[in-house]
């Protein structure tokens, strides 16, 4: 009597089971999906598997979610297309109906529908990728950002930071993100640097070292140190003080501008130093220069002492 009842018992328990259990395959049509009911509190909250006929030939297998709301919103999304339309198996996170076609040639794409705000320094993180360092112990993360640089509503304002933190710290971007790196793609920058801190600058091919706005091929902020220097001049060597045609100021001349001006002829002042700074080239060219005529100076009074050497001895000699 008791086999029986246990026979019974188990038989109405296998046919309380869900059929799924049995079958090889659930054949479903695109008006339909499943749907995981998690909670009726005030608007609901739930998630579904479900598919869509995107056209062309292209069909999608998506996963929404959606709390406190009637709406769904796709969460993950695997495209399934013909061979003529592409991107087939590729898989997008967060991203809809009307966003998909944008990203249909990636294997791999994450969008975050999250706007950003308008207000300089707003943010807004699309993904993140980050490990443990050891068991128990800190998680670092590299976190790809939208930021906004200057105050606006369009992409001409914003840029793409890429940073490090480490658990929930060093998480605001231009402030405190650890070794970053960011993209203007309106005004042609790339920059590096270190929470606050700009290291580095690459706008339209000029590169700046501690400048963030370069206006030359390099400009440093700093002292730079090397093993060789190579320099390039663009004009005429300054041999040509040599030439025969040479007009050699006379010292009387030269005397008379340093006394109205304070520094040598052809050669700028410390005003102008300080506000336009040195080029090398072209300085290396007028020291040359003012060395060749001193040489020639020293030439020409090396004459006359020897002239009045002569003369000296000529008289000593009577």
């Known amino acids: 009597m008791k086999k029986r009842i246990f026979c019974c018992g188990f038989m109405a328990v296998l046919l309380s089971l869900p059929l799924s259990v049995f079958s090889q395959s659930i054949n479903l049509n695109t008006s339909e999906s499943i749907t995981f009911l998690q909670s009726n509190y005030e608007n609901g909250y739930a998630t579904k598997i479900y598919s869509t006929d995107d056209g062309g030939g292209v069909t999608s297998l998506r996963f929404g979610t959606r709390g406190n709301t009637t709406a769904y919103t796709d969460a ?4 399934v297309a013909d061979a003529t339309a592409g991107g087939n198996g590729n898989v997008y996170v967060g991203l809809n109906s009307s966003k998909s076609s944008t990203y249909k040639d990636s294997k791999f794409g994450v969008y975050q529908s999250q706007l950003l705000g308008s207000t300089k320094g707003n943010y807004t993180a699309i993904a993140t990728f980050g490990g443990q360092t050891y068991s128990g112990n800190n998680t670092l993360k590299e976190t790809l950002w939208l930021f906004r640089e200057t105050a606006g509503s369009t992409w001409t304002t914003a840029r793409l930071h890429n940073g490090i933190s480490v658990d929930n710290a060093f998480v605001v971007p231009g402030s405190t993100t650890k070794t970053w790196w960011e993209r203007d793609p309106n005004d042609n920058i790339q920059s590096w640097g270190n929470e606050a801190n700009t290291y580095m600058t690459l706008k339209s091919g000029n590169l700046g070292i501690g400048v963030t706005n370069p206006t030359r091929k390099l400009e440093v902020n700093g002292t730079i140190r090397a093993k060789e220097v190579i320099v390039e001049t663009t004009g005429s060597w300054a041999d040509y003080v040599f030439d025969k045609d040479y007009k050699l100021p006379s010292l009387a001349e030269v005397e008379n501008h340093i006394k109205e001006y304070q520094h040598l002829p052809e050669i700028p002042s410390a005003a102008e130093v300080n506000t336009n700074g040195v080029n090398l080239a072209e300085m290396n060219v007028k020291l040359l220069q003012k060395v060749e005529e001193l040489t020639l100076y020293i030439i020409e009074q090396d004459k006359s ?10 008289l000593k000699s009577k």
Do not use: A, Y
Not at 76 to 79: E, M, N, P, T, Y
Not at 305 to 314: C, P
């Open 305 to 314: 002492i020897s002239l009045l050497k002569e003369e000296v001895d000529l």
């Open 76 to 79: 993950l999304l695997i495209r």
